[in-house]
């Protein structure tokens, strides 16, 4: 299973760009890295998925370099609802993974 | 839109006490999952199962059960709570397939267990 990284806790402010990157040395080669983003006293939801290079949605991109160790969240002109903690974690298929303690995010005014 | 719905948000057990927690899904997917979160451990998996009457253990298992008759149904019980059970316990569950997007995890809204 592959063992994700990030970093604890970001700050920010709002209207700035935001990226956060994680690290998945040993990720298989099926696994589609995956970022959630969980609010407090909630389920956490999904925000985007890929596999390689780029993806973006209406709210965030998400690039990973061509060797997949990594992947960086990016999220553009954060407010102060961004404010939450987000996961990556690789998936495929029938097995999941154990998240990791995710990266708290504070969005100041 | 899939939804995960857990039967209890809130609970207070007594020590000793068997407790069930029920999770149901509406859109046929065929995994599905337990987490327990705990402030500064992120979620950790406790059980999960890709098909009816099937169950894996995940990183957590220890104390907890599971069970899945019907494929929309997963079921957590602590067979004899205890205080160190105490946490928010989250329900998750996906379509299963390789198929990119049909592995994304959706969750419910969580119970918190109270076990004094």
């Known amino acids: 299973l592959a063992k994700t990284t990030q970093p604890i806790s970001m700050d920010s402010y709002e209207g700035q760009e935001v990226n956060i990157t994680c690290s998945h040395n040993n990720i298989a080669t099926n696994d589609y890295i995956t970022w959630y983003q969980q609010f407090p006293s909630q389920g956490p939801r999904f925000i985007i998925q890929?596999?390689?290079t780029k993806v973006t949605n209406e709210v965030a991109s998400l690039f990973i370099p061509a060797d997949r160790k990594s992947s960086t969240l990016s999220l553009p002109r954060v407010s102060l609802s961004d404010t939450a903690v987000y996961y990556c974690?690789?998936?495929?298929?029938?097995?999941?993974?154990?998240f990791g303690s995710g990266t708290r995010l504070q969005v100041q005014p | 839109d899939v939804k995960v719905t857990q039967s209890s948000r809130y609970l207070v057990k007594r020590t000793g006490e068997k407790v069930f927690l029920e999770c149901v899904q509406d859109m046929d997917h065929e995994n599905m999952f337990w987490y327990r979160q705990d402030p500064g451990l992120g979620l950790r998996l406790i059980y999960f199962s890709y098909d009816v009457k099937m169950k894996e253990k995940g990183d957590i298992p220890e104390g907890y059960s599971v069970s899945r008759e019907k494929k929309e149904r997963f079921s957590l019980i602590l067979e004899s709570a205890s205080t160190n059970q105490t946490s928010m316990y989250l329900c998750?569950?996906?379509?299963?397939?390789?198929?990119?997007?049909?592995?994304?995890?959706?969750f419910g809204a969580g119970s918190r267990l109270t076990v004094l």
């Open positions: 974690l690789g998936v495929t298929g029938r097995r999941a993974l154990t």
């Open positions: 998750a569950s996906s379509l299963g397939t390789v198929i990119s997007g049909a592995n994304v995890l959706t």
């Open positions: 890929g596999y390689k």
